[in-house]
């Protein structure tokens, strides 16, 4: 019989990188979105500071709706 592919800790792993990439992502668009409307630097880092906190708060929401889709392995859930 074939097992997972991955152990858990890879998992996890994977998942952590995935989470910080995403919020990451939205916080450079914040940066970004600031650089083109012709920003100076303050207004450029708090477009990223604010990319992060929104970039976080949908993280959250992500997770907590994407958790209604999946069924119940018995596996304990990352992070914990």
């Given at each position: 019989?074939v097992?997972?592919s991955?152990?858990?800790?890879?998992?996890?792993?994977?998942?952590r990188?995935?989470?910080?990439?995403?919020v990451?992502?939205?916080?450079?668009?914040?940066?970004l979105?600031a650089?083109?409307?012709?920003?100076?630097?303050?207004?450029?880092?708090a477009g990223?500071?604010?990319?992060?906190?929104?970039?976080?708060l949908?993280?959250?929401?992500l997770?907590?709706?994407?958790r209604?889709?999946?069924?119940d392995?018995?596996?304990?859930?990352?992070g914990r």
């Amino acid at each position: 019989m074939v097992g997972p592919s991955m152990t858990d800790e890879e998992r996890d792993d994977a998942n952590r990188r995935l989470r910080t990439g995403f919020v990451l992502l939205v916080a450079a668009s914040g940066a970004l979105v600031a650089v083109e409307a012709g920003g100076d630097l303050s207004v450029v880092a708090a477009g990223f500071v604010g990319g992060l906190v929104v970039g976080l708060l949908l993280l959250a929401f992500l997770i907590r709706w994407a958790r209604e889709f999946q069924p119940d392995t018995g596996r304990r859930p990352p992070g914990r």
